[in-house]
């Protein structure tokens, strides 16, 4: 749409009205979305996008999911909140059915991703001062440069993004900061009270950014060594993502707490979860620790059923199918702006070179051809579309890539 069209338009109302009243913490495409179905949204004009974002990968299982819709509207109408006061006949097989495919042993349920992330700081915490004996208020937690864990205070106090960080301190103290990928510097950096190291098995947020072959095998070597905690923030990665159900199976092996969210709901509901392999869970005794909404039967019911779906439809094996296609027709592409293009499964990033005029150009480009996708930082663009995208899609993204760049 060109700007005069753009002043005229219903959309432009949308945007103005948000500009009036709403805190300005995001800077959004310039589309205002008002329907949803499986990898297609529609805007307020009436028109189609195919959906690269996928919500940071919270719609993994497509928008709408009608099996997920179903156990929504029907748990609404019967029982929505409770509190832990009391218990409720969803929780229970939420829990079984999530340790039986993630082969965990303990669950504890949250609503966003930062606080799962800040669930299992907690956790690590305790399990330091109480099993590994760590002096009181002592305990370190190692976490990598360029992490993305969410937006509370103690998470943006250890990022190293300054957009992220800046001018929200002071800080909690007890984090140390070592460059991701490099197992070497993980090492040297744990000492007698280091408790966990918290780490993306793939930083998404960072632009995809796939850490050296062997790197989170080794880390889990160091970790076990010396009785670390290895938490893995498998929120963006986790769920079929990357073509695996969670990514560390890539390197066949298990964290002592996953963190999952976002698509933990197909994007219906926010809903996360600390996963335990260890009995590091067991630190924690009533009261200490809690939410409102965590647990609820609504969440807990739409997560049964957004984890039911991506099984039974096979979305973690289209993942990586698709995804691999996609991504060799994407390393096709013979055009001299793009630096380069990394991924697993469906997480896949396009980076361009730092003169090629910047990542939002393109996907302003890609929007006006019906393909919505968001730049992370200046030169990276994501592509992280619904799990249930099929190969005629795959090819037809690839497509509008190429006539774009
Ligand atoms: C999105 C994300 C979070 C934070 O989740 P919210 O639900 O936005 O709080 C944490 N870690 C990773 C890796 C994420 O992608």
Redesign the pocket.
Known sequence: MNDIALERSLTASYIALEAEYGAKNYKPLDVVLTRGEGVHVWDVEGRRYLDCLSA??AVNQGHCHPKILAAMTQQAQRLTLTSRAFRNDQLAPFYEELCALTNSHKVLPMN??????ETALKVARKWGYEVKGVPDGQAEIIVAADN????TIAIVGFSTDPTSNGGFGPYPAGFKVVPYGDAAALEAAIGPNTVAFLV?PIQ??AGVIIPPAGYLQRARELCTKHDVILIL?????GLGRTGKLLAEEHEGIEADLT?I??ALSGGFY?V?AVLSNSEVMSVLHPGEHGSTFGGNPLACAVARAALKVLVEEGMVENAARIGARLQASLHAIAAPSVKEVRGRGLMIAVELHADAGGARRVCEALQARGLLAKETHEHTIRIAPPLILTADQADWIAEQFAAVL
Do not use: C, M, N, W
């Open positions: 940071y990968s966003s991703g930062a606080e799962a992330v993305f864990h969410g937006r993306e998404g947020e923030d498998e929120i963006q990665t963190l969210g976002k926010p996360s």
